[in-house]
């Protein structure tokens, strides 16, 4: 089952904060985001394990309801290098290692 | 520095031809993937491996096949290319050893193109 990311599209000034948001109808193990610059490869930026573990690259936050199967990723002082399309992917299973990622949120961060 | 390289980069092909898109990851890591993703589009997982001589479908009904017979290669293979395989196909790689849960590594991707 497929993740909902909500909003589709997004368009900050630098210095703005933004929600990104992944729910699911299925109970979740783990949420992972990626960011993907337009004509390049996704790349990792957090990792949000049931019962709470979280781990990340870069100085991005993010929360991960295991009732509500939702997580949101917080972009604070938005940069023109937070431009590009998040996803999420959310893995269904212990140890099943399989994402499966939403359609994606497109930002643009604008100066 | 790039740890898993996809070759070719770009590939335009005749229809019925048939096409290997090469993926190799330097990391160790155990699991590998191969998504397949439109322009703006999400990524549809299509084949999956968690180690040598393992390998299975993905979600996205597929007329490729892979193997794995190295840890560190992942070759997809199309026996008879068709216009609607024209897509992007990302191969990526993750491992659970070492110092805990990680994200995929996700190599640059083979644009394909079937004429």
């Known amino acids: 089952q497929q993740p909902v990311q909500s909003p589709q599209a997004v368009i900050l000034r630098e210095g703005e904060d933004a929600v990104i948001n992944c729910s699911s109808s299925?109970?979740?193990?783990?949420v992972h985001w990626y960011r993907q610059k337009h004509g390049e490869a996704p790349v990792f930026l957090m990792i949000?394990?049931?019962?709470?573990e979280q781990k990340g690259h870069e100085k991005i936050s993010a929360s991960f309801n295991e009732k509500k199967q939702q997580s949101s990723l917080y972009l604070t002082a938005s940069q023109l290098s937070y431009s590009g399309t998040y996803f999420c992917g959310t893995e269904n299973g212990a140890g099943s290692y399989q994402l499966t990622f939403g359609k994606g949120t497109k930002l643009s961060v604008i100066p | 520095e790039a740890d898993i390289y996809q070759t070719p980069r770009y590939l335009v092909i005749g229809t019925g031809k048939k096409i290997t898109l090469e993926c190799s990851q330097t990391m160790g890591h155990d699991k590998m993937y191969w998504y397949q993703q439109d322009p703006g589009m999400e990524l549809h997982l299509i084949h999956y491996s968690y180690g040598v001589n393992s390998t299975e479908k993905g979600d996205l009904s597929s007329e490729s096949t892979v193997s794995r017979i190295r840890t560190e290669h992942f070759p997809l293979t199309l026996e008879s290319a068709r216009p609607s395989h024209t897509s992007q196909y990302l191969c990526a790689s993750s491992d659970t050893l070492g110092e805990g849960y990680y994200g995929y590594t996700f190599g640059s991707g083979t644009r394909l193109t079937v004429v």
């Open positions: 299925k109970a979740l193990y783990s």
């Open positions: 949000l394990l049931k019962g709470g």
